[in-house]
């Protein structure tokens, strides 16, 4: 009788046991995972939060292939014969790991030397008549794409990319492999490209044709200087035809926003000497931390490309 109660306490310890172990498990995986519709719910506590939340943690290098995102280009996988596919992001919101992603200028994913999410920026100089006078301008190429997100009122965002810069001039200059040497006139890229982000409640990129191949740009918004656009040089120093870049930007939100638009701008000029440049850039991951609410110390002075100045 002694042992039959020795062993059923057994059994009662360890299955209490089990149980607190399955429910420790389950609060540290459920703790990882966000739910997106939380994030959308009024956070009528918002300055009193002091947790920091990592809500976006995006990663590009999962090889699946969005398709039919509104445009038509060739594929530029270097492993595969050359054809057309809708196998881009495009002015179509495409579904990719449970988020709504736009497109301009056709970014599209890239397995080969580089890995990840393509984009490019070109520039280079055009000749035009205007009132019987030449004269040089830009022509320049740009890439974005955007993120349907809940950016909330009262909480600071830490924005992180991960990426990778190729000078393709330099390369092109420098491969003895390929007879590409004529396609530039410079020896490297003589402006380096800008990454910017921009938070806004619209999902639409704007610009003349979502789809264009040469040239096109995506315009960034020029009405105001907002907190909410923000940009930093993709600078390349050694070696100088790539380099991995982290590219952070901080948010603190004074209103709600809900879309990110991401920007891959050439260096552009005003004067009569006009660089000559082209890049690109395969981002690998973009991860965003939600945190109490921080105030920016000064004023943001920084302007959209075009605005007065170019990037």
């Given at each position: 009788?002694?042992?039959?109660?020795?062993?059923?306490?057994?059994?009662?310890?360890?299955?209490?046991?089990?149980?607190?172990?399955?429910?420790?498990?389950?609060?540290?995986?459920?703790?990882?995972?966000v739910d997106k519709q939380i994030l959308t719910q009024p956070n009528t506590n918002s300055l009193e939060n002091k947790t920091e939340i990592v809500v976006?943690?995006?990663?590009?290098?999962?090889?699946?292939?969005?398709?039919?995102?509104?445009?038509?280009?060739?594929?530029?996988?270097?492993?595969?014969?050359?054809?057309?596919?809708?196998?881009a992001f495009g002015p179509n919101p495409l579904s990719y790991f449970g988020y709504q992603i736009r497109g301009y200028g056709a970014p599209r994913m890239y397995w080969g030397v580089w890995n990840g999410l393509r984009f490019e920026s070109k520039n280079e100089s055009k000749t035009i008549i205007n009132r019987g006078r030449t004269m040089l301008i830009n022509n320049p190429l740009s890439n974005?794409?955007?993120?349907?997100?809940?950016?909330?009122?009262?909480?600071?965002?830490?924005i992180t990319i991960d990426a990778s810069i190729t000078d393709e001039i330099y390369l092109a200059k420098h491969d003895e492999f390929r007879g590409n040497d004529d396609l530039y006139q410079a020896n490297q890229s003589e402006a380096f490209s800008t990454?910017?982000?921009?938070?806004?409640?619209?999902?639409?990129?704007?610009?003349?044709?979502?789809?264009?191949?040469?040239?096109?740009?995506?315009?960034?918004?020029?009405?105001?200087v907002s907190s909410y656009y923000k940009k930093q040089k993709a600078e390349i120093t050694t070696p100088p035809s790539y380099?991995?870049?982290?590219?952070?930007?901080?948010?603190?939100?004074?209103?709600?926003?809900?879309?990110?638009?991401?920007?891959?701008?050439?260096?552009?000029?005003?004067?009569?000497?006009?660089?000559?440049?082209?890049?690109?850039?395969?981002?690998?991951?973009?991860?965003?931390?939600?945190?109490p609410f921080e105030q920016e110390q000064g004023s943001d002075t920084s302007t959209p490309c075009g605005f007065r100045v170019g990037c």
């Open positions: 009788m002694k042992k039959s109660l020795l062993v059923l306490s057994s059994l009662i310890l360890v299955s209490c046991g089990g149980n607190d172990l399955l429910n420790s498990q389950e609060e540290i995986q459920t703790s990882k995972i976006m943690d995006l990663n590009f290098l999962n090889k699946a292939q969005p398709q039919n995102g509104g445009c038509t280009v060739t594929n530029i996988d270097n492993k595969a014969v050359p054809h057309e596919t809708t196998a974005a794409i955007s993120i349907e997100f809940p950016f909330q009122q009262n909480f600071t965002y830490e990454v910017a982000i921009e938070l806004t409640n619209s999902p639409q990129i704007r610009g003349a044709d979502p789809c264009a191949k040469y040239p096109a740009r995506a315009v960034v918004n020029t009405s105001f380099e991995n870049k982290t590219f952070v930007f901080k948010f603190s939100m004074k209103e709600a926003q809900s879309a990110l638009i991401l920007y891959f701008l050439p260096g552009l000029s005003e004067t009569q000497s006009i660089p000559e440049s082209s890049f690109s850039m395969y981002i690998g991951n973009i991860k965003i931390v939600q945190k």
